[in-house]
């Protein structure tokens, strides 16, 4: 190994890659205490200042949850700047959601935030800010959250995979965030590549062993298009959830495309001999990157992707289409871009996007939700892209089945978030069976932050 991938493979120790730091579940004694602060970290050779995270000097950590289970943490702020916790994915009660104005008040320096919720769900989920989100999430605030099963699938390896990009200029200290033309087309891209805070880190697995990757693409702006040349795997669960209908293993053709919010767990079975590698590569312009590389270590395990016990499904309502009532929803340019925005967690200063062509005029407007859903009852969200660009659109507090789209197959596999192509309408499905307000926007951070935004209610 030279130097430079040997100092990304201990960076890759120090970001809990293999166990995650906090443990919480059964045995939660007391509070888990997260303190969102400074930090600074190197992630080339010179350590960049001004990062964000749960401690002053390693990335987030991996939240490793139970299905089923109380979670309690006590969320300090200690920016000189307000901010808020969401928990991707979960559907928990609206109060724990963390969505400034619309579930809690932001938090101030040195304000604290008890959430307290029991996770319906297993599977891999995240957890970042939702105020000043555009800027604590490109310093560093997006980590992992695992909600555990207690029937074990018999994995010899769980690896936690967080992909995402930095804006740094040559000193690697941080340039601009965003532009205002990245923000009005497909955002702004990153300068530099990392999976677990570190540039291609190598990461030894077991040879002839069985690998957990959970894929968590938690970049502000990429679209990832992912595939392992060569890998013997399986994709068992997207956006935390196991797959009810297979997906095709991705290749180089046909790659595995995760947006900004979306999760996939991957089965991999490690080559059997001492040494071989697999690579995990993004298609991109100029060509495929190596994002991590898996290297067996050992002797042969022996392993068959058949030996492992299935995950078990999530207890999600399964949508009465008989039944179904349409609701709408359009994504494109807004009419003005001269929406009033008091800047009350964070604002870009520019408005380009909407929703049913209403820009989100910021998080304290007060303004109603865009559909009102009964409870209990399903509803067929028609998502409709008439820009360009790409979307992935993300529901807080609920998941739902794709059912059709004018531009592919689409598989009917839950999800919370959905990739809209240009000009794609796909219709979603839903039983509205938690009650509250939920975020509803555009994943793409320099979207939601200019005008691609809003919540659904459900009574
Ligand atoms: Cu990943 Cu509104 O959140
Ligand atoms: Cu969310
Ligand atoms: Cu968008």
């Excluded at 989100?133 to 207690?150: F, H, K, P, S, Y």
Aim: glycine residues 10%.
């Amino acid at each position: 190994m030279d130097r430079r991938r040997f100092l990304i493979a201990s960076g890759l120790c120090a970001a809990g890659g293999l166990s995650g730091f906090a443990l919480a579940g059964r045995a939660q004694a007391a509070p888990l205490s997260l303190v969102i602060q400074p930090a600074r970290y190197a992630l080339e050779s010179t350590p960049t200042e001004g990062m964000v995270s749960l401690s002053p000097d390693a990335p987030p950590p991996v939240l490793r949850l139970r299905r089923g289970e109380r979670f309690v943490a006590r969320v300090t702020n200690t920016l000189d700047d307000y901010t808020a916790m969401h928990w991707h994915g979960l559907r928990i009660a609206n109060g724990m959601d963390g969505v400034p104005y619309l579930t809690q008040m932001p938090m101030g320096q040195g304000d604290s935030f008890r959430y307290d919720f029991t996770p319906p769900d297993a599977g891999t989920f995240w957890y970042h800010p939702h105020c000043n989100t555009m800027e604590q999430m490109a310093r560093g605030l997006t980590g992992v959250l695992i909600v555990e099963d207690d029937v074990d699938p018999g994995f010899d390896l769980d690896l936690p995979v967080n992909l995402r990009d930095w804006r740094l200029g040559g000193d690697s200290q941080f340039v601009d965030f965003y532009t205002a033309r990245g923000a009005a087309r497909n955002g702004t891209f990153g300068t530099l590549m990392t999976a677990n805070w570190a540039q291609a880190p190598v990461q030894e697995a077991p040879a002839g062993g069985l690998v957990r990757l959970r894929l968590v693409a938690s970049d502000t702006t990429r679209i990832y298009r992912l595939h392992l040349p060569g890998a013997q795997g399986q994709v068992i669960a997207l956006d935390g959830h196991p797959l009810r209908v297979p997906v095709p293993w991705p290749g180089p053709e046909a790659p595995l495309i995760l947006g900004p919010g979306q999760r996939a767990d991957l089965a991999i079975r490690m080559p059997g001999t001492e040494g071989a590698e697999l690579a995990l590569l993004n298609e991109q312009p100029g060509g495929p990157r190596v994002l991590m590389t898996l290297r067996a270590t050992g002797a042969d395990n022996r392993r068959a992707l058949a030996e492992l016990r299935p995950l078990s499904a999530n207890p999600l309502a399964m949508p009465d289409l008989g039944h179904a009532e349409v609701l709408e929803f359009v994504f494109g340019w807004s009419p003005s871009d001269t929406v009033e925005n008091n800047g009350f967690c964070g604002t870009l200063g520019y408005t380009f996007w909407s929703i049913n062509r209403v820009a989100w005029p910021g998080d304290a407007s007060g303004t109603g939700p865009l559909a009102v859903m009964e409870r209990g009852r399903t509803y067929i969200l028609r998502l409709r892209n008439e820009s360009p660009n790409v979307h992935p659109i993300h529901l807080h507090g609920l998941a739902f089945l794709p059912l059709r789209s004018n531009r592919r197959e689409v598989a009917a596999n839950w999800l919370d978030t959905a990739l809209l192509l240009d000009g794609e309408t796909m219709d979603v499905a839903l039983v509205a069976d938690n009650p509250g307000d939920w975020a509803f926007h555009c994943h793409v951070i320099e979207h939601q932050k200019t005008g691609l935004t809003g919540y659904l209610r459900v009574t």
